[in-house]
C-alpha cells in the first residue's frame, strides 16, 4: 500500500522527481568517472612499479646472492615444457624469460658507453616494458631478432640513430670476451635520466649469442593478472618448480617500494575521500532540499490523519525510487565511459611539444568493486537524506508546520 | 549598476534561510576541499622533493668544470682542488646549512675469497651528517669518524661478504692516476636504508682516507650543499658561483637540484596534467549543485518574479538580479569554505596522516613517515575564486530561466 | 772470465749498497737488463694461459702474440675452438678488441674499464720497468756460485701502475724468479712468478710465469711459453686497426 502511494507521488510531482533524479545520475556519473580517473592513475602507479619487475622473478639457486650487479651465472636452462608449465595457470597472463647483462656499446664514431642491458623475446618486450614501448620517438619498439632499442640520451652520446648497428661487447659466461652487432630498430624516451642513458633492450637470441648462453636465462618474469595473486600461485607452482630454480616475489625483493605503494594509496586514498565529500554533498543537498520543500504537503497529510511512521516510510521509499534510479542511470552513462577510456587512454604526449615521447596516457580504469561503492553511496545517501529530515518533518505538529509556512 | 538591485538580491538570499543554508554549505565545503586538496599536492610533490634532495642530489653540487660530461666512468681526474676550503668558504652563506665535499669512486670490497664491485663515498664524517640522511640508516656500529679508519657497509654486502663489525675487508681500487691500490679497512658500522642497490653497493669512508687511498690529497669530486630551506634554492646557487669566484681560480660548474634531478621534475610536470582533470572533475560537481539547487530555486519563485515583473522590474534587472545572488552566495561561499579549510588544512599541515608498514621496522628508511600537507594562502585565493566561478557559473542559466519568466505568472499561483 | 765479471758486479753492488736514496746506476742497469731479459725487442710467440678462479671451471687459452718495441703487441685466439680468431692489439695507449662477425673493431682507452679488468693483466706483462721505476738493492745472498738479488723497485711517476715492486733476480742471467706488486698504501697486490728456464729465441728465459691475487684467496693466472722467435722488423699493418679483419 505504501509502495503504491509513495510511487504514485513520484510520478505525480515528476517534474521534481525528475530533478532529483537527475541531480543524482549527474553526481554519480561525475564520481564514477572520478574514481575511474583515480583506480587509471593509481593501477599506473602499480603497473610500472610492479607489473615491469614480474610479480614474481624466478633465478637459479644462488643467483641473488652474487656479489656483482649483473652476474651471468648461476643461469636456468629453458624448455618449452618448463615454459608451458608455468603459463598454465588462469592468473598468468605472461611468461618472460630474460637475460640481465652488462655491456658496452660501441658506434660507428667510435664511442663507448657503459650500458645494462635486457635480452627478452621481442613478443613479450612491448608488453612487460609498455612504459617505454609508448615512449618510443623514433623506429619502433623491438619486433625481431638482431635487434635493440635504446634511449635518446645513449643515442645521443653514441651518435647513432635507428637503422644504425651498435656492437655491443661484453664478458660472456666463459670470461672470455664477445662482440655481436645488431641493429637499432627504435629509440624511446624515459623520463628517467638513468634509465635514458644505460638501458639496452635487445632480443633474446641476441643476448644468447652474445653470452654464449644457448637456450638458457639468468631470470624468468612472471605477470599475474592482479598482484595479490601472487603468493597463492607461488604455493602452486612450488611442488613442481626444479631444485635449481629460487622464487622470489615482488614483496621480497624491494622493501622500499612498498613504502611507495603505501605512500601514493595514501595520497589517492585522500583525493578519493575529496571527490567523495564533494559529490555526496550534492546528493545530500538535493534530497534534504526536495524533502523539506514538501513540508507543506507533509503538513496536509498529518492533518488528515497519516501516521507518523507511514509519512517517513513514503518519503524514504520515494527518496529510494529516486536515488535508485538515478545511480543507476549514472552508472549506466558513467561506466560506458570508464571503460572506452580504459581502452583508449588520451595521449596527451601528441598535443603537448614538451610532452612528446613521454609517456604521456591518461587513461581510466574500470574496477566492479569501485562501482558498487558508488552504487551502495547512491543508496545510502537517497535514503538517509530522506530519512532525516523526513522524521523531523514528522515529529512536528500537523499545525505547526503548516503555520510556519504561512 | 544599481544598489538597490545589490540590496534586493541580499535580502533575497538571506531570506531564503534553508535555500542559501545549503548553497553556502556546498560552496563552503568545496572550497574547503580545494583548498586542502592543492595543500595535500603541494605536501605530496614536496616529499617527493625533499626525499630527492635528501638521497640523490642535496641542494646544490659543485663539479669540477667538465666533470658532468665524463661522470658515467666517475672519473677522479676532473676533480676539485682544496675542496675543504672551499666547503668552508661556501658554509659562510647564511641560507647554507653545511658543505660536504665528496669522493665519489669505483672500486672493489673483497673478503679475501669473493670481490664485490662498489662506490666509495669518502665524506667528511661531521659535515656529510649535516648534508646527508645516511647516517640515520646506521642501524649498527657508528658513523664515520675523521680520526678513525673505517668503513660503512651496506647491510646486503656485509651479509653477502660475511664480514662482522670490527673485522677488516680489502678495497681494491685505482687512484686518480691509475695507480692500483690496496688496502684493510675495518667495518665501522652497517646501514640499511631499504634501497638493495644501495644496500648492496655503496659504501662511506673518511675524505682524509679517500685523500690517501686514491693518490688526491686535497682535492673532491664534487661538493654538496644542504640549505636551510629548499625554497629558492636557484638563487643560492649564484652566490655559491660569487664565493667560489672569489676564492679560487678553478673553473668550478655549480647547480641547484632541478638540473640534476630532471625526472623527478618532469614527473611532476606529467602529474599536474592528471590534477588538472581531477579539478576540472571536482569544480564541475561543485557548479551542478549550485544549478541545481538555483534551478528549482527559481522555479519555485516563478510567482515571486512574476510580482517583481509585474511592479515593474525590466527582465535585464531580474537577470542583473539573480546574478548577484550567486555573487553573494559566493562571497558566503568562500568565507565558510576558508574557516572550514582553514581548519582541515591546519590539521592536515601538523599532524597528517602517518604511513607505517611492517617492512618499515626492519629497515631504516631515511625519510619521513608521515604524509603531511603543505598549504600556501594562494590555496585560498584558488579556492575562493573557484567557489564563485562555480556560483556565477550555476546560477547563469537560472537568471536566464527567471528572466524570461511572464508577468502573469504571479497570477497563476499566488504568492506565498 | 764469467767468474771475474760477476765478481766486479759483487763489487759494485756492494758499494751500490751503502748508497742512500733511490737512484742506484747499478741497480738501474740491472732492470734495463732485465727488461730486455724476459722478452726480445721484436718477437713472435706462442702463448698459452689458464686462469684460475676457486669455485669456477679453469679457464684455457691459446695465443699467437706478435710484439714490437715497448708498447705493440698483437695476440689472436687460437684455442678454445669457440674463441678462435679474436684478437686483442695493444698500441700505445689504446687496446682494439677484434670479434670475427662484427664490422669493426673496438677501440678502448685506458682511462676506459672494460668491466673494470681488462688492463689489469696488461699492466703485468708491459716490461718497460727502467722507465717507471727506480731501483735500489736491499739484499744479496748467495745460491751456489750466483748471486741473487733482492731489489726494491719504486715507481717514479705517480701514474705508475703499481707504487712498489719487489723483485728477487739472479745476478748474471738478470732473469727474476719472483716479483712482487705493491698498491699505494704499501699492500702487496700481486705475486708473479718466474720460473722452467729454457732456451727461448737464443737465451735462457723463464717459460713459465705464474701470478697470484691476493685479493681472492686462490685465484690464480698461469702463463707458459710453448715458443718465442726475435723477429727483424715486423710489417706496420700488423698493428694497425684497420687490418684486424684481414
Known amino acids: 500500500m505504501i509502495f503504491k502511494i509513495a510511487f504514485r507521488n513520484s510520478i505525480k510531482a515528476w517534474r521534481r522527481t525528475l530533478a532529483v533524479v537527475g541531480a543524482v545520475a549527474v553526481s554519480v556519473f561525475l564520481l564514477e568517472i572520478g574514481a575511474g580517473y583515480m583506480d587509471g592513475f593509481r593501477q599506473k602507479i602499480y603497473t610500472e612499479a610492479v607489473r615491469e ?63 645494462l642491458g635486457l635480452g627478452i623475446s621481442p613478443s613479450v618486450s612491448r608488453r612487460m616494458y609498455q612504459r617505454l614501448a609508448n615512449a618510443v620517438v623514433e623506429g619502433d619498439f623491438l619486433n625481431g631478432p638482431d635487434q635493440v632499442v635504446i634511449g635518446t640520451e645513449a643515442a645521443r652520446l653514441l651518435k647513432v640513430s635507428v637503422g644504425e648497428r651498435l656492437i655491443l661487447l661484453s664478458s660472456d659466461v666463459n670470461s672470455g670476451f664477445s662482440a655481436v652487432e645488431p641493429q637499432i630498430a627504435g629509440i624511446f624516451r624515459s623520463l628517467n635520466a638513468e634509465e635514458d642513458a644505460q638501458f639496452l633492450l635487445c632480443d633474446l637470441g641476441t643476448a644468447q649469442r652474445l653470452l654464449n648462453l644457448p637456450n638458457r636465462v639468468t631470470e624468468i618474469t612472471i605477470e599475474l593478472a592482479h598482484r595479490e595473486q601472487t603468493e597463492n600461485y607461488l604455493e602452486k607452482l612450488r611442488p613442481h618448480l626444479p631444485a635449481y630454480i629460487e622464487p622470489r616475489t615482488w614483496r621480497q625483493d624491494q622493501a622500499s617500494l612498498i613504502y611507495l605503494l603505501k605512500l601514493s594509496d595514501v595520497a589517492m586514498a585522500v583525493l578519493a575521500a575529496i571527490v567523495l565529500v564533494v559529490a555526496a554533498l550534492g546528493m545530500i543537498n538535493t534530497f534534504l532540499m526536495s524533502v523539506l520543500e514538501r513540508l507543506p504537503e507533509f503538513g496536509t497529510l498529518r492533518a488528515i490523519g497519516m501516521g507518523r511512521t507511514q509519512l517517513v516510510s513514503i518519503v524514504v521509499l520515494q527518496g529510494f525510487f529516486s536515488g535508485v534510479i538515478g545511480t543507476v542511470i549514472g552508472l549506466i552513462a558513467g561506466i560506458p565511459v570508464v571503460l572506452y577510456y580504459q581502452a583508449h587512454p588520451i595521449n596527451y604526449g601528441e598535443a603537448m611539444e614538451s610532452f612528446k615521447g613521454v609517456d604521456s596516457q591518461i587513461g581510466m580504469a574500470f574496477e566492479p568493486t569501485t562501482a558498487l561503492w558508488v552504487l551502495a553511496l547512491g543508496l545510502v545517501i537517497a535514503v538517509g537524506a530522506s530519512l532525516y529530515p523526513a522524521i523531523y518533518a514528522s515529529r512536528k505538529r500537523p499545525v505547526e508546520i503548516l503555520r510556519s509556512l504561512a | 549598476m544599481n544598489f538597490v538591485l545589490f540590496r534586493l538580491a541580499v535580502r533575497n538570499v538571506l531570506k531564503q534561510k534553508r535555500r542559501t543554508f545549503f548553497n553556502v554549505l556546498a560552496l563552503g565545503i568545496n572550497t574547503a576541499m580545494i583548498i586542502l586538496l592543492l595543500g ?377 | 772470465m764469467r767468474t771475474v765479471f760477476s765478481s766486479l758486479i759483487i763489487l759494485f753492488l756492494v758499494h751500490a749498497n751503502l748508497a742512500v736514496g733511490a737512484k742506484d746506476p747499478v741497480a738501474q742497469s740491472l732492470l734495463e737488463r732485465m727488461d730486455n731479459a724476459l722478452f726480445p725487442q721484436t718477437y713472435e710467440m706462442t702463448m698459452s694461459m689458464i686462469t684460475h678462479k676457486p669455485g669456477l671451471d679453469d679457464l684455457n687459452y691459446l695465443y699467437e702474440i706478435v710484439g714490437q718495441g715497448e708498447d705493440r703487441s698483437l695476440m689472436t685466439v687460437t684455442e678454445p675452438a669457440r674463441e678462435r680468431g679474436k684478437k686483442i692489439l695493444l698500441s700505445g695507449e689504446n687496446l682494439w678488441l677484434y670479434v670475427p662477425d662484427v664490422s669493426r673493431p673496438i677501440r678502448l682507452t685506458r682511462k676506459q674499464s672494460f668491466m673494470g679488468t681488462t688492463f689489469s693483466n696488461e699492466d703485468v706483462m708491459n716490461s718497460t720497468m727502467a722507465d717507471d721505476y727506480d731501483a735500489e738493492i736491499q739484499s744479496r745472498e748467495m745460491r751456489g756460485h750466483e748471486v741473487y738479488f733482492r731489489a726494491i723497485l719504486t715507481a717514479k711517476r705517480p701514474d705508475v701502475a703499481y707504487a712498489r715492486l719487489e723483485v728477487g733476480l739472479d745476478s748474471t742471467s738478470c732473469i727474476p724468479d719472483t716479483i712482487v706488486y705493491y698498491g699505494l698504501s704499501g699492500k702487496a697486490l700481486k705475486r708473479l712468478t718466474l720460473s722452467e728456464l729454457r732456451e727461448l729465441a737464443g737465451r735462457m728465459r723463464p717459460a713459465h710465469m705464474k701470478m697470484e691475487d691476493f685479493i681472492q684467496e686462490g685465484a690464480y693466472t698461469e702463463v707458459e711459453i710453448l715458443r718465442l722467435k726475435e723477429r727483424g722488423e715486423l710489417p706496420e699493418s700488423l698493428f694497425d686497426p684497420t687490418q684486424l679483419g684481414k
Open chain 1, 53 to 115: 619487475n614480474g610479480h614474481l622473478r624466478l633465478v637459479a639457486k644462488g643467483y641473488a646472492d652474487k656479489l656483482d650487479l649483473l652476474p651471468l651465472t648461476p643461469n636456468m636452462q629453458i624448455s618449452d615444457s618448463l615454459l608451458e608449465f608455468l603459463g598454465s595457470f588462469p592468473e598468468v597472463e605472461a611468461v618472460r624469460p630474460a637475460i640481465r647483462f652488462g655491456l658496452l656499446a660501441n658506434s660507428a664514431s667510435d664511442v663507448s658507453l657503459e650500458m
Open chain 2, 40 to 416: 595535500i599536492l603541494r605536501g605530496s610533490y614536496w616529499l617527493m622533493i625533499e626525499r630527492t634532495i635528501d638521497l640523490r642530489t642535496g641542494h646544490i653540487q659543485v663539479h669540477a668544470e667538465g666533470y658532468e660530461a665524463e661522470k658515467r666512468r666517475l672519473p677522479l681526474d676532473i676533480a676539485i682542488h682544496d675542496a675543504s676550503r672551499l666547503a668552508r668558504r661556501i658554509e659562510e652563506l647564511p641560507e647554507v646549512k653545511a658543505a660536504s665535499p665528496r669522493i665519489r669512486a669505483a672500486a672493489t670490497l673483497s673478503n679475501g675469497r669473493y670481490r664485490a664491485p662498489v662506490l666509495v663515498m669518502a665524506v667528511e664524517p661531521d659535515a656529510e651528517a649535516q648534508v646527508g640522511v645516511i647516517q640515520n640508516s646506521v642501524v649498527e656500529g657508528e658513523w664515520l669518524d675523521s680520526l678513525q679508519s673505517g668503513i660503512i657497509v651496506g647491510k646486503k654486502a656485509v651479509d653477502l661478504l660475511d664480514a662482522r663489525l670490527g673485522e677488516s675487508l680489502l678495497l681494491y681500487g685505482r687512484t686518480s692516476q691509475e695507480a692500483n691500490n690496496l688496502i684493510d679497512v675495518p667495518v665501522r658500522g652497517v646501514f640499511s636504508t631499504g634501497f638493495s642497490e644501495m644496500d648492496r653497493m655503496v659504501v662511506f669512508v673518511p675524505l682524509q682516507f679517500g685523500w690517501e687511498f686514491f693518490d688526491m690529497p686535497g682535492e673532491a669530486t664534487e661538493i654538496v650543499i644542504r640549505l636551510n630551506r629548499t625554497l629558492g634554492a636557484s638563487k643560492v646557487v649564484s652566490r655559491v658561483k660569487d664565493i667560489l669566484a672569489k676564492s679560487t681560480d678553478q673553473k668550478l660548474h655549480v647547480a641547484s637540484w632541478q638540473y640534476f634531478a630532471k625526472d623527478v621534475v618532469e614527473g611532476a610536470k606529467a602529474d599536474l596534467i592528471f590534477y588538472a582533470i581531477l579539478f576540472v572533475i571536482l569544480v564541475s560537481l561543485a557548479v551542478f549543485g549550485i544549478t541545481n539547487t538555483m534551478t528549482v530555486s527559481v522555479f519555485e519563485r516563478v510567482p515571486e518574479i512574476g510580482a517583481l515583473r509585474a511592479l515593474g522590474m525590466e527582465r535585464q534587472s531580474v537577470h542583473r538580479m539573480l546574478l548577484l545572488e550567486g555573487f553573494v552566495l559566493g562571497l558566503g561561499g568562500i568565507v565558510a569554505g576558508s574557516i572550514l579549510g582553514g581548519l582541515l588544512a591546519w590539521w592536515m599541515n601538523t599532524k597528517g596522516i602517518s604511513i607505517s608498514t611492517e617492512a618499515l621496522e626492519q629497515v631504516a628508511i631515511p625519510m619521513g613517515d608521515k604524509f603531511l600537507a603543505a598549504s600556501r594562502f594562494v590555496d585560498w585565493i584558488i579556492g575562493g575564486g573557484l567557489a564563485m566561478i562555480s556560483a556565477l557559473i550555476g546560477v547563469l542559466w537560472p537568471a536566464r530561466r527567471a528572466a524570461r519568466v511572464p508577468v502573469t505568472a504571479a497570477l497563476a499561483r499566488g504568492v506565498r
